[in-house]
C-alpha cells in the first residue's frame, strides 16, 4: 500500500445552518430506510437514502456515518472518507449548542427503542419457531438463519454503540475516529489513519480495534516495537489479533532494518 497525500478533508459544514423541520423529519425517516439497509449489508441500496438524508439535514451525524459505512462495504473508500469526516464535523457542530446535543440525545434515544422493538420481534419470531416441528424449522434455508443470526448481532452492536453515544458530553464518539482512520487506511493514507486512530484511542484508551488496526500500520511503517505494544493491548482488550499479523511482525524484526 503507497500511503496517499491529502485525503483528511477540512471541515465542510456549517454549524449555523438552520434545518427547517419538514427536511428535518424527511431527512430522519430516509435515514431509517438507509440504516436498516446498512445492517442488512445492502450497501448499493442503502447509498441513496443515507445520502438524501445528509443531504436535506447536513447536520446529522448519524446519517453521513453510516453512508461512510454504505460506502466502505461499496468499496469506494475516499467517498468513505468524506463521509466519516463530515460526521465527525456534524458532531463537533452539536458540541456548540446545548439545544443541538438534546436533539443528539433524542435522535439516539429513538433509534434505540426502534432497535429494541425489533430485537424484541425477532427474538419472538425464533420462539415461535422452536414451537413447530423439526421439519417446519428446517423449511427455513441454513442461509436465512445465518442472515437472521447475523442481523440480530449486528442490531445489538448498533445498540451498544449507541449506549455509549447517548449523553457522552461534548466530544466526537471514539467509534467515529476508528471508521474514519480504517476510510483512510484502505483509501491509502496511513499517515491519516494513524492520526484517526490515536485520536480514537485519546477518547477510549481501551478500544481494542483501534490498538488492533494501530499495530497494523505501525507494522507497515516497520515500528515493530510500536507495533508489538499495541497487539498485546488489542489482546488485552479481547480482540482477537491475527496470527498473520503476529508472524508478520516477528519476519520483520528478524530481518533486521529496512
Known amino acids: 500500500?503507497?500511503?496517499?497525500?491529502?485525503?483528511?478533508?477540512?471541515?465542510?459544514?456549517?454549524?449555523?445552518?438552520?434545518?427547517?423541520?419538514?427536511?428535518?423529519?424527511?431527512?430522519?425517516?430516509?435515514?431509517?430506510?438507509?440504516?436498516?439497509?446498512?445492517?442488512?449489508?445492502?450497501?448499493?441500496?442503502?447509498?441513496?437514502?443515507?445520502?438524501?438524508?445528509?443531504?436535506?439535514?447536513?447536520?446529522?451525524?448519524?446519517?453521513?456515518?453510516?453512508?461512510?459505512?454504505?460506502?466502505?462495504?461499496?468499496?469506494?473508500?475516499?467517498?468513505?472518507?468524506?463521509?466519516?469526516?463530515?460526521?465527525?464535523?456534524?458532531?463537533?457542530?452539536?458540541?456548540?449548542?446545548?439545544?443541538?446535543?438534546?436533539?443528539?440525545?433524542?435522535r439516539i434515544a429513538d433509534e434505540m427503542r426502534s432497535i429494541r422493538e425489533r430485537v424484541r420481534a425477532m427474538e419472538q419470531e425464533r420462539l415461535k419457531l422452536t414451537r413447530v416441528s423439526w421439519r417446519e424449522v428446517n423449511s427455513e434455508t441454513p442461509l436465512t438463519l445465518a442472515e437472521s443470526n447475523r442481523l440480530l448481532h449486528e442490531l445489538e452492536s448498533r445498540l451498544d454503540e449507541l449506549g455509549r453515544w447517548k449523553g457522552q458530553g461534548s466530544r466526537v464518539p471514539p467509534e467515529v475516529y476508528l471508521a474514519l482512520g480504517s476510510a483512510q487506511f484502505n483509501a491509502g493514507s496511513l499517515v491519516d489513519a494513524e492520526r484517526e486512530y490515536r485520536a480514537a484511542l485519546g477518547l477510549d484508551p481501551h478500544s481494542g480495534d483501534a490498538h488492533n488496526n494501530l499495530a497494523v500500520v505501525l507494522m507497515l511503517t516497520n515500528r515493530l516495537e510500536e507495533a508489538e505494544r499495541e497487539v498485546k493491548l488489542a489482546e488485552k482488550a479481547g480482540v482477537p489479533v491475527s496470527p498473520r499479523l503476529k508472524e508478520e511482525i516477528r519476519k520483520r524484526k528478524q530481518a533486521g532494518p529496512r
Open 1 to 106: 500500500m503507497t500511503p496517499a497525500v491529502g485525503i483528511a478533508l477540512a471541515s465542510v459544514l456549517d454549524c449555523s445552518l438552520v434545518v427547517a423541520d419538514a427536511e428535518r423529519q424527511q431527512a430522519l425517516s430516509a435515514y431509517a430506510a438507509g440504516r436498516d439497509l446498512v445492517m442488512a449489508e445492502r450497501w448499493a441500496a442503502a447509498e441513496d437514502p443515507l445520502a438524501a438524508a445528509a443531504r436535506l439535514d447536513p447536520l446529522h451525524p448519524e446519517s453521513h456515518y453510516a453512508l461512510g459505512q454504505a460506502l466502505m462495504g461499496l468499496a469506494r473508500y475516499p467517498e468513505a472518507v468524506a463521509a466519516f469526516t463530515r460526521s465527525r464535523e456534524a458532531f463537533a457542530c452539536a458540541e456548540l449548542s446545548d439545544l443541538a446535543r438534546r436533539e443528539a440525545d433524542a
